[in-house]
């Protein structure tokens, strides 16, 4: 079977060298363990930064090891108590094709009512992202104006639709193409948005949220945060959950300047990870799976076919080519 490894470090923009596809025996399952094939593998922006050597609040991947992240898949041999062959699993050891792993690492999913790849996506770390990040950490309000960036992705489409369900005055979203903006504004429901290209955030911000923003939930960080800390209205919150505008950056991160700004407005910048709000977890499952049931959230996923395609899959993810979660599906 097939799986990746890290041959270099990227400097920048990874390329097409820094990984490999490699054959490697599957380990049989000693007493406790699973092999699982591989359905669905996430790929995430996190794993830019675990491409450096630098300590992180995940450690990096080794260089000519398999690299890991999100996948879905079926077990097709068990030699762990209460799996059976056929259960389908959602665990972490990703970009590879089959994975032999302690079943204690492994959680059984439904395949029955949602497509697998769902919980790589609006069911799982990238919508407890959302819906912890908005309420728990941006506290939203009823009535409030949200402003998120990154909105046609995967976190970022989740914070716009949810801020609406849980009653937010008005939504604003950026995105990085004009059929991304019409999403935003056809699909998700969002009451503006605008394409980051087109013109400098600040001034697309101002129009678009001409009275301010009480709730800023950042998945770009540089222009974007400055832009929304001069929105941000006195006691707003800022949740900081992503920099994706600095993870191939070699040179200095752009501000924000405006710091300063927070103190007269007294605002929160906070920044958040997923991992802290397990808590929420049966909360959100509730919430966020009845309202994709009800067609009340709608989700999108960008699918790349083929184990061989991981890596253009991520760079694609990091250079916007999705709509949605970007999975990759294995044959
Ligand atoms: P997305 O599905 O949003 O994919 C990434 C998107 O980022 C791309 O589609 C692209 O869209 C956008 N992008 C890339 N470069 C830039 C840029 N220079 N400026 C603005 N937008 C850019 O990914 P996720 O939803 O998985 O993640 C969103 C963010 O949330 C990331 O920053 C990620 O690191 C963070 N995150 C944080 C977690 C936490 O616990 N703190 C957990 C999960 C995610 P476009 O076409 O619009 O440019």
């Known amino acids: 079977a097939r799986e990746w490894h890290l041959k270099a470090r990227p400097n920048g923009w990874p390329v097409a060298s820094d990984a490999e596809l490699v054959e490697a025996p599957v380990r049989a399952p000693e007493p406790g363990e699973l092999v699982v094939r591989n359905a669905y593998l996430s790929v995430d922006p996190y794993m830019r930064g675990r491409m450096n050597d630098v300590k992180s609040y995940v450690p990096p991947f080794?260089?000519?090891?398999?690299?890991?992240?999100?996948?879905?898949?079926?077990?097709?041999?068990?030699?762990?108590?209460?799996?059976?062959?056929?259960?389908?699993?959602?665990?972490?050891?990703?970009w590879r094709e089959y994975a032999t792993l302690r079943a204690a690492h492994a959680v059984k999913v439904d395949g029955a009512k949602v497509p697998l790849s769902y919980y790589l996506g609006v069911l799982g770390m990238p919508g407890l992202t959302a819906y912890a990040g908005l309420l728990a950490v941006g506290a939203l309000q009823p009535g409030e104006t949200v402003f998120v960036s990154g909105a046609a992705g995967a976190v970022g489409s989740l914070v716009g639709q949810i801020a609406k369900l849980k009653g937010a005055g008005r939504v604003v979203g950026s995105a990085g193409s004009a059929a991304k903006v019409a999403t935003l504004l056809d699909e998700y429901g969002f009451d503006a948005a605008f394409n980051y290209k087109d013109a400098p955030v600040a001034e697309q911000l101002a129009a678009a949220a001409p009275e301010g923003i009480d709730v800023y939930f950042d998945n770009v960080g540089g222009d974007h945060l400055?832009?929304?800390?001069?929105?941000?209205?006195?006691?707003?919150?800022?949740?900081?959950?992503?920099?994706?505008?600095?993870?191939?950056?070699?040179?200095?991160?752009?501000?924000?300047?405006?710091?300063?700004?927070?103190?007269?407005?007294?605002?929160?910048?906070?920044?958040?990870?997923?991992?802290?709000?397990?808590?929420?977890?049966?909360?959100?499952?509730?919430?966020?799976a009845g309202w994709l049931a009800d067609g009340r959230l709608g989700y999108r996923e960008t699918v790349v076919e083929g184990v061989e395609h991981t890596m253009d899959a991520f760079v694609g993810l990091l250079r916007g080519e999705n709509t949605g979660k970007m999975v990759v599906k294995l044959a």
């Open 62 to 94: 080794q260089l000519d090891r398999p690299m890991d992240g999100g996948a879905v898949g079926y077990v097709v041999a068990s030699a762990a108590e209460g799996f059976e062959v056929g259960d389908a699993v959602l665990h972490g050891q990703g």
């Open 226 to 288: 400055e832009a929304a800390i001069g929105a941000l209205k006195v006691r707003g919150r800022a949740v900081l959950c992503g920099a994706i505008a600095q993870y191939n950056e070699t040179g200095a991160p752009v501000g924000p300047r405006n710091l300063a700004l927070a103190i007269g407005k007294r605002l929160r910048l906070e920044g958040m990870l997923v991992n802290d709000h397990q808590g929420l977890q049966a909360e959100f499952t509730e919430e966020v």
